[in-house]
């Protein structure tokens, strides 16, 4: 696991998106895993802006997102798939047939996981998978006590994850109470685990879930596990991290960040 700590929220995101943009020029097949949330917006919109201002090439990408509401139909604007369909697929020139997202609409929806499943298996698996981190320390949703080896399932949301969302669905009148995600081992598989975190009230869970015993109470503590997964934060995400020295100097001592010594 490597964290690397940025002066602000904005330049957290801009290395963020340097680092997936630098994936795609070297594969433009990359398979391309993906998150939402408030965090991601940010992201994906410099994302649009590379491909709009600098010719970002995503049109042999393939994407599979983390999740998707039981029982919301796509055309839905609280849907993921409205949701990444606004905030980054009709920015860039990807096919919309390589995009994917679980199937909560399904009638037989173990079916939709297993075959979820199937296609990225049939893409040759997640080659970067991006992610943020709830604050019960959850990734996708793998709420806690999810199985450390589970694979993408039907899974119950916590009272406190329906209440964060809400707001994002117009309240918890039309908050959906289950989801399809992808399972931690599932998570586990890509070759490349990305995540990014900022702001103070992301702070201690990030620390428990960087620095913590590795535990199904907190999913992303999953992430210490997996050969090749960088943490981006910002200074206040950073706060209670213990080794937070060690990382700063990392990223300035390394030669392979050299390059992005100008968001220092």
């Known amino acids: 696991m490597e964290v690397l700590i940025l002066p602000t929220r904005e330049k957290a995101d801009l290395l963020a998106a340097r680092i997936i943009a630098n994936y795609l020029r070297r594969k433009p097949h990359l398979v391309l895993g993906l998150a939402t949330g408030r965090t991601m917006e940010r992201l994906y919109h410099l994302l649009g802006d590379m491909h709009a201002k600098a010719g970002l090439d995503f049109s042999l990408c ?71 981190i709830g604050s019960d320390g959850h990734i996708g949703f793998n709420e806690p006590l999810s199985a450390l080896r589970s694979r993408t399932r039907q899974k119950a949301l916590t009272p406190e994850t329906i209440t964060q969302n809400a707001a994002l669905c117009g309240g918890e009148q039309n908050m959906p109470k289950r989801a399809l995600t992808m399972g931690v081992g599932t998570i586990l598989d890509a070759k490349r685990c990305l995540m990014l975190v900022t702001g103070e009230t992301k702070a201690k869970i990030l620390a428990q879930a960087v620095e913590g015993p590795i535990t199904s109470m907190v999913t992303a503590s999953a992430l210490q596990l997996h050969p090749h997964c960088r943490i981006i934060v910002d200074e206040e995400a950073a706060e209670h991290l213990q080794g937070k020295d060690y990382y700063r100097w990392m990223f300035r001592s390394e030669p392979e960040w050299a390059e992005h010594h100008d968001l220092l």
């Open 62 to 132: 393939r994407t599979f997102n983390l999740d998707e509401y039981i029982g919301m139909p796509p055309e839905s604007q609280y849907s993921y798939r409205y949701y990444m369909n606004h905030h980054l697929f009709s920015r860039i020139n990807i096919d919309p047939r390589n995009t994917h997202l679980p199937n909560g609409m399904a009638y037989d929806l173990d079916a939709a996981c297993t075959k979820y499943e199937d296609e990225m298996v049939e893409c040759g698996g997640i080659d970067l998978q991006l992610l943020g």
